[in-house]
């Protein structure tokens, strides 16, 4: 199975300062690499992903970043608000089975 | 995007009492659903994933005959906690996905289990 890794485990950064998370995985045939947010009891949504053709890819203030060859990918929000504080998980995925979720990351944005 | 509805959002229950809970796909079908189990500040556990017609495979760990799960159509998996304790307690989420592997996962919104 995948074993995946997700680091740092808690972070808090001042409003409009960037975050980044990083998740390292073990499966080299994961090629769907996603980020979900999880804001406290409610469902994870999806913010971004990347598939393995492509080294980065944006969205506003939000960028995902992956490395094949270190099988590892990463979460970056600039610019941070308060309403980005909630828990990030990511999930990379081989298509095959379900996703096995890194152990997430609480991200605390201070006003 | 896609939508799949969980019910019910929360429930108590007595200790030695069944639970169901149901997901649903509501703007498409799902042969594939996955149920998980979050425990408080972690993360989200596979327990089980739910096959339409056919028999559901669980996570090792997992006690079918305690958790079972039907998914008798294409938009509608349930999970039955049977001969619940305090234990089972937990946050349990359903998830579905329009193209299967590889592609965004849709979660219901979660169940909050209570077992006193």
């Known amino acids: 199975g995948e074993n995946v890794e997700q680091h740092p485990s808690t972070l808090s950064v001042q409003e409009g300062d960037s975050a980044v998370i990083k998740c390292t995985y073990s499966d080299s045939a994961s090629n769907y690499f996603p980020w979900y947010k999880q804001e406290l009891g409610k469902r994870p949504q999806l913010i971004i992903d990347i598939r393995s053709n492509v080294g980065e890819k944006k969205d506003q203030r939000i960028a995902v970043t992956l490395n094949k060859t270190a099988k590892h990918f990463s979460l970056h929000i600039t610019e941070t608000q308060p309403e980005d504080s909630a828990v990030y998980f990511c999930a990379p995925d081989t298509g095959r089975r379900a996703l096995t979720f890194g152990s997430g990351t609480r991200l605390q944005v201070q006003p | 995007g896609a939508v799949v509805s969980q019910h019910p959002s929360w429930v108590i229950c007595k200790s030695g009492t069944s639970v169901k809970i149901e997901c649903r796909s509501l703007?498409?079908?799902?042969?594939?659903m996955f149920w998980y189990r979050q425990f408080p500040k972690q993360s989200l556990m596979l327990m089980a994933t739910s096959n339409e017609g056919s028999k559901a495979t669980y996570e090792q760990g997992v006690e079918k005959d305690k958790f079972l799960i039907n998914h008798a159509s294409l938009t509608l998996s349930t999970l039955t906690v049977t001969s619940a304790h305090p234990e089972d307690s937990s946050f349990y989420i359903c998830?579905?996905?329009?193209?299967?592997?590889?592609?965004?996962?849709?979660f219901g919104q979660g169940t909050r289990l209570t077992v006193v």
């Open positions: 998830s579905a996905s329009i193209g299967g592997g590889g592609t965004e996962a849709f």
């Open positions: 703007d498409f079908q799902a042969t594939t």
